[in-house]
């Protein structure tokens, strides 16, 4: 609008300057084509005066918008920093002590940028919940409602993630079980787990410490169920499910209401088409039922040098790396010195040249991650043992080097320069 103005004055004025020129421009340009005729004697204070006026104008006008665009962003600024105006309706649930607790929801929306102005509470079974329930289709309860200015921007991205709104009232839906289904009036998200476990295996994962884990992460567990693998009612859900791996465990299909936990479970197993969760990514080791055999379990050799009173105590150093770092379950572990007939064997055999090391049984190849880690930190002999040869990955240890009879000890650090 501001631009049009502009370019209309502008086009007044000159209009105006050919309008009273005309006859002056026409005989200063026939005085250049015939001799002798009175050239045009231009003003140049009235073409200056022209101009400024053009510029003052143009620049009144510019400014005009300019502060019109900045308080009209002052006042959209202040408009997003006030708080929403809007009045909170709780539905709450007394006989359901296990259900959600709606006053933390509530709480946790009011930390939000809105201002209070009324604040109700009906009970679930109660005529005016009950209305509240129909007119909006509330399907899980306890909740709460908010009217007002549910649609004000800086509720915007809270009313999106966390409920919808209908008829101008936002209805909080994003509520964690356990809940009363309004429609059948049952108490919904407990869930019953059943374990199947392998008494035979006693390194294998303990199965209730992965449910207490569940547990405090918000599942409310109502039954738990334990079977032995090889008992009828174990070998009935093995093979009803068609599970390759034990220990193992199964949830109900109530732990498809977690959804939070639920997108998570690809990393730990499958969903059955009746929605039930069964566990099958469980760590080593496990008994693999195709193979009739528990795998994961590996051999651990540490080789050691006797005289080398020194060096480092290679059990306190590289046993934790292997069973808490990498998760590692030990079969056996035996210590094997050089200067024994095994011992001078395994030199020659894997052509080891500094000890003390360690040596692992090929089940080691299990262990993804280890395997993975293994080609920076050591060998694989050609019968899948492994060997470790990273020492100066251990950092500051003591060991001996085999092929000049040497003692290498770490480097001591050179003293601070005198001031």
Known sequence: MYRNQWLEVVKVKADCLYVMNKKDVVSSIRSDVVPNRKRLNISWPKIILYITLLVTIAGALVSTKTLAVINKNIAAAKEAARPANIKIIKITTPNCKNCFNVDDAVFGFKKLNVKVEGEKTQVFDSPEARAFIKQFAIKKVPTYLITGEVTKNNLEGFVKSNGEVKNNTFIFTKLAPIFIDTGTGQEMGKVTVTLITDSFCSQCVDLKTIIENFKKA???????????????????????????????????????????????????????????????????????LIKGQIVGLVDLIYLTDSSCTDCYKVQDIQKPILTQGYGVALRSERLVDISSTEGKSLLAQYGITKVPTILISP?????????????????????????????????????????????IRPAKPSPNPTK
């Open 218 to 288: 918000g599942v409310k567990v109502k039954e738990t169920k334990e079977l032995a693998w090889n008992s009828l009612d174990g070998q009935s859900a093995i093979n009803q499910y068609k599970i390759t791996k034990i220990p193992t465990f199964i949830f109900s299909p109530e732990f498809d209401l977690y959804d939070s936990l639920k997108s998570n479970w690809p990393n730990f197993g499958t969903v059955e088409k009746d929605k039930t969760y069964i566990a099958r990514n469980l760590p080593l080791p496990y008994r693999d």
């Open 363 to 407: 089940e080691a190849d299990q262990y993804t991650n280890l395997k993975n880690v293994w080609k920076s930190v050591g060998t694989v002999g050609s019968d899948g043992w492994y060997i470790f040869t990273g020492f100066n990955q251990l950092g500051n240890i003591t060991y001996k080097d085999l092929t000049n009879n040497q003692i």
